[in-house]
């Protein structure tokens, strides 16, 4: 066929409109994923909630039921999900539609829990911006009951060296729970009085989100910058904490709690299930953040040496960080001279109760106070801002003809941040924290993350074949990774997840806030819709593709667990269509080598059409 005849014309109609769209971007190096990666990993909960468990659970002793879990659970799930972003280079709905797209459903209901996330996380964002505000100030305002907003029954903190009348201790509050309460909570008695919004905590609120909005608003290329900050100085404020806290008085007497080991506690369930728990909040893993972030590598990234340091990086920092808590909790104890438990605390409560409160006995205390803040802030900050690129990506690949175009993207991000905005701000209402608490204990709750786990591996390890994804990382990587992964995936991590998911089950206690405060019965049941919010969406989405392809059962299910032509093939793969195309002719060998997704290039002589 002559090139310059006009049939040729209606082939230049493809590029013409590809141009219009935007590439889909990459890390500019390894670095930036790195940093990303940790930014979203490295978060509150390795400094909030990690230590009080191994206080809470035996000390040393938990890092037994932790250690099995990371190995079980933790990595291979941490492992797969950063794989099948960085081999399908889609995000968190569209690489298990690539898959198998019956299996669409998984990701769905891990975009369902990352949007009711973006709502209520950033909450504590703006805690903390609010708290950092007040520490710019001669005198801690929670360190005094000479505040506007403390009541009769204020005392200030009591010292070993002070005496005081024993009698006037039982119905006294201290300032920094006034503080909290009254000041920043404004606290109603119940879900059913939302009250009022307070113009100071809207505020900080909108500061929260114009921070996460700009960090992330040109995609990889902003955040892959954004995260040289945001994910290392945070470690700067911990190593100053941490030399600070264990130069104090007490600081061992918090150590020796912290990690003094009890092995009778190891025969509690309970504990084992706090350690399952804590390895999913964590690592990240069933949010697709990992995905969305693996999927901008380049393809042959040793994405395995990444999640392996990873996840060393993670929980070492939650155990470095347990010595910078609990030597402060320690200094309090011997301050106030009561037990490590009158003290220790976890959640909002070690970072809004617990620590201000150790911190305004120090010398030069708004400044550790600043240096505290600072830290929640940023650790809270990477971990917003890369579950919101989560949700973007995953809505850009799924509609790449609508959103990769010029603006687009940062008007969709803008319109997620303005809708999880306005959301949010019932959480800022005077009942608002009795909606926060029921997000945090359902919405992205270690039930949801369980099941979700499940059926991932399932997928991955039982559909598509535990042996292809090791062909396909194989290929990524250059060598294939020892055997024990692939076995977790096959057996030991959906067996674990599902005994897990289970026994929480089984032993489920509705919540209670501050243990005390009981719900009404609506405020569980919005509960258990914002769990079932995700969970139902794997069950339905197979019920709907089963019922609506054509064919016969077993047809259907075939048709439905084969993985898109689309994804790039393996170099064995590569090898047998060069063998077929080899035996119709030697035109293959004048063409050049086979691209990414396995095509071999057609020059127009070649072409037939």
């Not at 941490?78 to 690539?98: D, M, N, P, V």
Request: one cysteine or more; proline letters at 5%.
């Amino acid at each position: 066929m002559d090139p310059s005849n006009g049939l040729n014309r209606s082939l230049d109609i493809v590029p013409t409109t590809e141009e219009k769209m935007k590439d889909r971007g990459q890390w500019s190096n390894k670095l930036e994923f790195v940093l990303s990666v940790a930014g979203e990993i490295i978060g509150l909960g390795n400094v909030w909630r990690f230590p009080y468990l191994c206080y809470k659970n035996g000390g040393g002793a938990f890092f037994i039921p932790y250690l099995i879990f990371l190995a079980t659970c933790g990595i291979p799930v941490f492992f797969l999900e950063t794989a099948l972003g960085q081999y399908t280079s889609e995000g968190g709905i569209t690489c298990w539609r690539k898959i198998s797209p019956l299996f669409e459903g998984v990701g769905y209901a891990t975009q369902v829990i990352v949007a009711l996330l973006n709502v209520y996380y950033i909450i504590v964002l703006a805690w903390g911006i609010f708290y950092l505000a007040f520490s710019f100030s001669s005198s801690l305002p929670w360190s005094s009951c000479n505040n506007t907003w403390n009541t009769d029954s204020c005392m200030e903190f009591q010292r070993r060296n002070k005496s005081f009348d024993q009698s006037h201790m039982e119905n006294a509050t201290s300032p920094v729970i006034e503080f909290w309460e009254r000041r920043v909570l404004r606290i109603s008695s119940g879900i059913d009085e939302i009250g009022e919004l307070h113009w100071d905590m809207v505020l900080c609120l909108l500061l929260a989100w114009i921070l996460c909005y700009f960090c992330i608003w040109k995609g990889v290329k902003s955040t892959g910058k954004v995260v040289y900050f945001t994910a290392t100085f945070p470690y700067v404020m911990l190593i100053i904490l941490l030399i600070r806290g264990i130069t104090l008085p007490g600081a061992s007497r918090g150590i020796q709690f912290y990690l003094y080991p009890d092995l009778g506690r190891l025969a509690d369930p309970q504990v084992w299930m706090d350690a399952g728990t804590q390895i999913f909040f964590s690592y990240a893993i069933c949010l697709g953040c990992l995905t969305a972030l693996g999927s901008y590598n380049k393809y042959n990234n040793n994405c395995y040496k990444d999640c392996l340091a990873l996840c060393f990086l993670n929980s070492g920092t939650s155990f470095v960080a347990g010595f910078a808590i609990f030597s402060i909790l320690g200094f309090m104890s011997f301050e106030q001279n009561v037990p490590i438990s009158e003290v220790a605390e976890s959640g909002p409560g070690l970072a809004f109760i617990a620590y201000p409160r150790a911190v305004s006995m120090m010398p030069f205390s708004p400044l550790w106070a600043c240096f505290f803040f600072i830290m929640i802030v940023l650790l809270g900050l990477d971990s917003q801002f890369v579950c919101v690129e989560s949700l973007v990506t995953a809505i850009v690949d799924m509609y790449p003809s609508t959103f990769r175009r010029k603006n687009r993207r940062e008007l969709l991000i803008l319109a997620v941040a303005i809708v999880s905005f306005l959301l949010g701000l019932i959480m800022l209402t005077e009942g608002g924290m009795y909606v926060f608490q029921l997000f945090d204990y359902y919405a992205a709750s270690g039930m949801c993350l369980l099941f979700v786990a499940i059926f991932e591996t399932v997928c991955i390890a039982w559909i598509y074949g535990a042996d292809r994804f090791y062909d396909n990382i194989e290929d990524m990587i250059g060598y294939r990774p020892g055997p024990y992964i692939k076995y977790c995936w096959l057996f030991l991590t959906p067996a674990t997840c599902f005994g897990t998911f289970a026994f929480s089950l089984i032993k489920y206690t509705p919540l209670k806030y501050n243990n005390e405060y009981v719900y009404p019965w609506w405020g569980y049941a919005l509960g258990w819709l914002l769990a079932l919010s995700s969970m139902v969406c794997i069950p339905l989405w197979i019920i709907y593709k089963m019922s609506t392809a054509k064919g016969t059962l077993r047809e259907r299910f075939h048709e439905l667990s084969t993985p898109s032509p689309d994804l790039p093939k393996t170099r064995r793969e590569q090898e047998k269509l060069q063998a077929i195309f080899s035996a119709d002719g030697d035109s293959l060998c004048q063409r050049g080598a086979p691209t990414k997704d396995g095509y071999f290039p057609v020059n127009e002589k070649e072409s037939h059409c």
